[in-house]
């Protein structure tokens, strides 16, 4: 069974997405699950990404409430070609793609 991290409403403090992705590693996460409020400024958003993107690790990710939609599609567009960033508006059921029904 595939353990996963879930890191979320980081947009008060974005240095603690490195940091809490260590953490996750540590316990034992395999992928990523990031559930929104990565940023209030698109320079946020891009360092989560950035330092997703770094962990080597697959994420899904989404926005929040706090995310505006360009800056969100114009960096998810950017990292997505790094291979472990995966949009989790825009493919929706991932859980039927990687055959898991304990998603």
């Given at each position: 069974?595939?353990?996963?991290?879930?890191?979320?409403?980081?947009?008060?403090?974005?240095?603690?997405?490195?940091?809490?992705?260590?953490?996750?590693k540590?316990?034992?996460?395999?992928?990523?699950?990031?559930?929104?409020?990565?940023?209030?400024?698109?320079?946020?958003?891009?360092?989560?990404?950035?330092?997703?993107?770094?962990?080597?690790?697959?994420?899904?990710?989404?926005?929040?409430?706090?995310?505006?939609?360009?800056?969100?599609?114009?960096?998810?567009?950017?990292?997505?070609?790094?291979?472990?960033?995966i949009?989790?508006?825009?493919?929706?059921?991932?859980?039927?793609?990687n055959?898991?029904?304990n998603?």
């Amino acid at each position: 069974m595939v353990k996963y991290g879930i890191i979320s409403d980081t947009h008060e403090r974005p240095e603690i997405v490195p940091l809490a992705i260590a953490v996750l590693k540590k316990e034992g996460a395999e992928k990523l699950v990031f559930n929104g409020d990565l940023g209030n400024e698109e320079r946020d958003i891009v360092f989560a990404f950035y330092s997703t993107a770094k962990s080597g690790m697959e994420a899904y990710v989404q926005p929040g409430s706090h995310e505006q939609v360009r800056p969100f599609e114009e960096a998810i567009e950017y990292f997505k070609n790094r291979g472990n960033i995966i949009n989790a508006i825009k493919n929706p059921g991932m859980n039927k793609v990687n055959n898991n029904p304990n998603i």
